[in-house]
């Protein structure tokens, strides 16, 4: 096996690990950063992202106003010192970017513009036109090709994270190119994977988000934090789960059910506000958990429109004029054309709710610490409980920059620490965890198969773990899960070569997906009430005596994870209600 | 890595380009007429030398005889490169001089006229 | 429950196996509304496990998906189906990069150019974040927007004659970032991307064979970018040789 | 270890016989040849004219060879496709920006048409083609 020596190791190069690896250079560009990535920087997911990233900048905004929609649009689950800290450093982050070259959109004087988004009370959230997170992610990856110090592995598949002494001394990865083992010994790990939205079967999330750091660390020992909090995003193209960004109703747009009438209006958002002046934090412009809630009621009621990919409502934007859309939403019109026949401009586009985001994830603190020693974590893998119950839209684009460049800095910081590689022990582990990958490569006459687990891993989530769960759909997913992690040892590769291998990588997704899962299940099954994106049509209410707290779980090997809850920090906001009726009175 | 020296020659290549997409085609219909016995009374003697003795019809007959070569040798580099050949010295400097040979003939023929 | 039938002729090559690339012939039962990536997702979980290529977003914009479709590079996410039907459509990888293995290609030397073209804002004083954002009008904003959308799916350079012929070309895609750089109304550095885009293999072995645009699937039109860069690199070459303040930004 | 990447070789005296858009580009590039040859033939008009009138008669005499007849025929297709395929792309080199939006490239491109054919009837006419 090769070694590969570094100060600092950051897995994932996405937004969030791209943030970091550049804080580092250039801060310390003595110290030599391994940024590695089972995908091509450019890849990420991040690039997909349309809508925009939060940041107070207008003078009608204020930072405590940021604070509030953050906090209460999360149902009070979020720590409130990670909001404070996260709302001060937004706009100078974003600041940042746009001095790295993003192409933000502009105001007709040149200053940087803002549009509306769900959730939030005040225009605040800066876009570059509808392709904001692959700006974002451009400028970022662009930006990283300045720095000497930042040595990229590209196409590198992280397996496992290397601890010893309690402390984690780097990773495992496979060069997928030529199968070839490397072990990073790095005096600080900073992971940065991404989401998970890949368990469910209908998802915004690309083929990489599969949660491999999660469940790295997760295995290592580090709890993985509200992972029951799955956020449904209320308008996705039928067919495929693609988005259509929240810049829509931000611009104007307005669902509609299959008599054309507005129905969020009955579900606690109105009153009706006129077409093509939407009003923030009511009907269209409510969190998602909301709207996506709401697409369920009208689904019960049927007032949704059947199509062959399942049952939809309209997003209508006829009313914005083709100027409009192609100027503000020009990738939404070629996504609706491409994808679905359907031409925004003179139709309504049909939509559904689908799976975008993990509210949880790694178990970190305002510093993006886990609790393990020199193991850092940050975006949408790890859960710093900014985003509690429900995330709001364009908060965790400024979430990969503000966190990204402050887990940097602490794991440089850390590396910097003199702690002494132990370079024998942290060998001894890889070579175990290479001695799991050929064991996996050799084995055969399993008669089980990655697409077929994959399929009811996903299946059971989606029926058990949707938008509306109760005790029994959420038992039976549990115990699915625990059935689909037993059969996984039935599997067999059937590609037994070296080079490009993606047989042997969906393998590997595959469990760490299935361990993501049932974390999922398992929380959602304890946690007895409702709260943002968890909705218990058996405990409807939400319980702030028994729940105002974190789930964490953690990793019993072939058993359930183990449940314990953590209190949420609260500094200065008592939960209340959450209000998106009329201008947010 | 240097800085490349096409730019000298790719000025006057954009230059014949343009200028030739926009006179060449029909120059070509009218010596056309003329390849029929049938030159159009433009092409009469003193048509022509009236034009030519012009200093203004000078310097249109320069240019446009001067561009064609140097749009021509130019792009014609490219072009055989793509046919195969590799010996783009030799390619560049024969184009090259064939123009530059050529631009001296016409100023030195428009001026005896 | 499938609407359409479409034979796949999708070249295979795994380099401990094989001396060479072949081809093999797959049927898939597809859905109307499917791209070639379903299709290709289809045989990888229901008939073969064994094929590999690069995918992720689905949706046109993390530029993994390029390959040749029917000889023309594309991206299988949003090439249709039912472009294709009634006939074997061929499915190879980009043309003009090394095979790595089935429609894998390797992309290395894509990378490193774009490196080489500097394509990150570079001033002569940075500002201090604290004074706030650089002013850029919508219109200075426009001047360059359309070359920032470009997904490195690296179409064009599958489809550039010259890349084709020239290996060190430095190509469109990368070419074309260092020109949305030098267009921005906040960058300084084009005389200093300019040693590399101005060198041979930079714009001067581009032919504007104008199959970069042709085939580019976000219509970024690197084409025009490079046109636009050998006017400018012809105007400071001048400049500079007739020692006109030779260093201008 | 295992890497082996296949590299495709392409024959560089045929690859443009593949594929039609590339035969076109090639195509593109030879009317070139025509333009410069043409360039020539005008030289040496030019050379006939400076040296008299007869001289020049001669020239025009040589233009009704079989040789010349050729030339022109196969030229002037040429010629009016470099100047199609020329004015095509104009846009694309340079580009006009009023205001935010760009000129959309047609009309840049139609404008080019407009001079071309105006300038053609016009030299046609001062030559007494009409
Ligand atoms: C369609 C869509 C639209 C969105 N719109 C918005 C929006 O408008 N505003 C907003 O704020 N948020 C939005 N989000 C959410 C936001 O985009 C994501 O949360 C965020 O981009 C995640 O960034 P990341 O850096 O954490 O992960 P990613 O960008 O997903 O990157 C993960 C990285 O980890 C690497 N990786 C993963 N596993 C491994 C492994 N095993 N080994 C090595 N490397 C690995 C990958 O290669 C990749 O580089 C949207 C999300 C989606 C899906
Ligand atoms: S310019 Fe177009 S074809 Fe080329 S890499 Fe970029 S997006 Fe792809
Ligand atoms: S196809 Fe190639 S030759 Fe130039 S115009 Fe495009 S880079
Ligand atoms: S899968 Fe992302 S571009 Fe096709």
């Not at chain 1, 100078?92 to 993003?102: D, I, R, S, V, Y």
């Not at chain 1, 689909?484 to 595959?510: M, P, W």
């Not at chain 2, 120059?27 to 009469?44: F, R, S």
Request: charge should be negative; include cysteine.
């Amino acid at each position: 096996m090769e070694t590969i020596k570094t100060d600092v190791a950051i897995v994932g190069a996405g937004g969030a690990g791209l943030r970091a690896a550049i804080a580092i250079a250039e801060a310390r560009p003595d110290l030599k950063v391994a940024l590695i990535s089972k995908v091509y920087p450019m890849r990420s997911h991040t690039c997909a992202a349309e809508g925009g990233a939060a940041g107070v900048i207008k003078p009608d905004d204020s930072l405590e106003l940021h604070f509030n929609d953050t906090v209460g649009g999360g149902d009070w689950l979020c720590d409130q010192d990670v909001v404070d800290y996260f709302v001060r450093e937004a706009a100078k982050e974003l600041t940042q970017l746009e001095h790295w070259g993003c192409p933000w959109s502009r105001e007709p004087d040149g200053s940087v513009g803002v549009r509306p988004f769900g959730g939030m009370k005040i225009k605040r959230t800066w876009f570059a036109a509808d392709k904001s997170g692959f700006h974002i992610l451009h400028t970022l990856f662009q930006t990283t090709l300045k720095y000497p110090s930042i040595e990229r592995f590209d196409e590198y598949f992280t397996t496992d994270l290397l601890v010893v002494d309690g402390r984690c001394q780097g990773v495992v990865a496979i060069e997928m190119s030529s199968g070839r083992i490397f072990q990073f010994q790095a005096k600080s790990v900073i992971v940065a994977t991404g989401g998970a939205g890949r368990i469910f079967p209908f998802t915004t999330n690309g083929a990489v988000k599969t949660g491999d750091g999660s469940a790295m660390a997760y295995r290592a020992g580090i709890p993985l934090k509200d992972m029951e909090f799955v956020q449904y995003h209320p308008t996705g193209l039928p067919s495929t789960g693609i988005l259509l960004t929240e810049g829509c109703r931000g611009e104007g747009g307005v669902l509609r059910n299959k008599d054309g009438y507005r129905y969020l209006q009955d579900y606690g958002m109105g009153p009706e506000t006129p077409l093509g002046k939407p009003v923030l934090k009511t009907m269209e412009l409510g969190p998602r958990d909301r709207l996506s809630q709401a697409f369920w009621h009208e689904q019960q009621k049927g007032n949704t429109i059947p199509t062959k990919f399942g049952d939809c409502v309209y997003l209508d934007m006829t009313h914005l004029g083709e100027k409009h859309i192609d100027e503000r939403l020009p990738l939404v019109r070629d996504l609706s054309i491409s994808y679905s026949g359907v031409d925004p401009v003179t139709e309504q586009v049909p939509i559904r709710p689908v799976v975008h985001y993990c509210m949880g994830g790694i178990h970190t603190n305002i510093e993006a610490e886990t609790p393990m020693p020199g193991l850092y974590a940050v975006g949408e893998c790890a859960c710093g409980s900014l985003n509690g119950a429900n995330r709001l839209g364009s908060n965790s684009l400024t979430e990969l920059l503000v966190f990204g460049k402050k887990a940097a800095q602490n794991a440089m910081e850390f590396a910097g620490g003199g702690n002494k590689t132990n370079e024998s022990a942290v060998s001894e582990q890889a070579e175990q965890a290479q001695k799991r990958i050929t064991e996996l490569f050799d084995k055969s006459g399993g008669g089980e198969t990655i697409s077929g687990l994959r399929k009811e891993m996903m299946d059971s989530l989606e029926k058990g773990a949707g938008i509306y769960r109760t005790e029994q759909t959420l038992k039976e997913s549990c115990a699915t899960i625990s059935q689909l992690r037993k059969r996984y040892a039935g599997i067999e590769l059937h590609d037994k070569s070296n080079v490009y291998n993606t047989d042997l990588f969906q393998a590997l997704e595959l469990r760490n997906m299935l361990d993501l899962a049932q974390t999922v299940a398992e929380g959602a099954l304890a946690r007895k009430e409702s709260r943002g994106s968890h909705q218990r049509l058996d405990f409807v209410d939400r319980d702030d005596e028994n729940f105002l707290k974190h789930t964490l779980a953690y990793h019993q090997g072939e058993e359930t994870p183990r449940i314990e809850y953590l209190d949420v920090i609260i500094t200065k906001s008592q939960p209340g209600v959450r209000d998106y009726s009329g201008g947010g009175k | 890595m240097a800085k490349s020296n096409k730019p000298l020659v790719w000025g006057l290549f954009a230059a014949g380009g343009t200028l030739t997409a926009f006179v060449t085609p029909v120059l070509v219909y009218v010596t056309l007429m003329a390849a029929y016995g049938d030159p159009p009374a433009a092409l009469d003697y003193e048509n022509i030398q009236a034009f030519a003795a012009n200093w203004l019809g000078k310097l249109a007959l320069f240019v446009v005889i001067s561009l064609s070569l140097w749009f021509a040798a130019h792009r014609l580099r490219t072009a055989l490169h793509g046919l195969g050949l590799r010996a783009d010295t030799a390619i560049a400097v024969a184009g090259y001089g064939i123009s530059a040979v050529g631009t001296v003939l016409a100023a030195y023929y428009l001026v005896q006229i | 429950m499938s609407d359409l039938q479409l034979e796949l002729e999708i070249l295979r090559y795994d380099p401990e196996q094989d001396q060479e690339p072949r081809f093999q012939t797959y049927s898939v039962p597809c859905q109307e509304e499917w791209v070639v990536l379903d299709a290709i997702n289809y045989v990888k979980d229901h008939i073969d496990s064994t094929l590999s290529y690069r995918w992720s977003c689905h949706m046109a914009v993390c530029g993994s998906c390029g390959m040749m479709i029917d000889g023309e590079p594309k991206l299988a996410c949003k090439a249709f189906v039912r472009d294709y039907v009634n006939k074997t459509v061929r499915i190879e990888p980009l043309a003009n990069f090394p095979i790595e293995r089935d429609l894998v290609s390797v992309l290395d030397d894509f990378m490193n150019k774009l490196r080489r073209v500097k394509p990150y804002l570079i001033r002569k004083e940075e500002k201090p974040l604290s004074e706030g954002e650089y002013r850029q009008t919508p219109a200075e904003l426009n001047k360059y927007k359309q070359y920032t959308l470009c997904i490195n799916c690296l179409c064009c350079y599958a489809a550039c004659p010259q890349y084709a012929l020239i290996p060190e070309f430095i190509g469109p895609a990368a070419l074309t970032m260092a020109h949305r750089y030098n267009q921005d109304s906040r960058d300084q550095g084009r005389a200093q991307r300019e040693e590399e885009t101005a060198s041979h293999e930079g714009v001067w072995d581009c032919a504007f064979a104008d199959a970069c645009s042709l085939v580019c699937p976000k219509h970024v039109d690197p084409a025009s970018a490079l046109q636009q860069m050998k006017i400018t690199s012809t105007v400071d070459w001048y400049l500079e040789h007739l020692g006109m303040g030779g260093k201008k930004s | 270890m295992s890497r082996r990447p296949y590299v495709r070789r392409i024959s560089t005296t045929t690859w443009y016989l593949k594929k039609k858009r590339d035969l076109v580009h090639m195509i593109q590039e030879l009317t070139s040849l025509f333009v410069g040859i043409y360039g020539i033939l005008l030289l040496w008009g030019v050379k006939a004219l400076s040296e008299g009138p007869e001289a020049y008669g001669a020239f025009l005499e040589a233009l009704t060879g079989p040789l010349s007849l050729a030339f022109h025929w196969v030229a002037f297709p040429l010629v009016l496709y470099h100047a199609i395929s020329w004015f095509n792309v104009t846009h694309k080199a340079m580009p006009i920006q009023r205001g935010e939006e760009f000129l959309p490239g047609k009309y840049i491109v139609g404008a080019h048409y407009v001079v071309w054919i105006g300038f053609s009837l016009v030299v046609l006419f001062v030559a007494g083609v009409f």
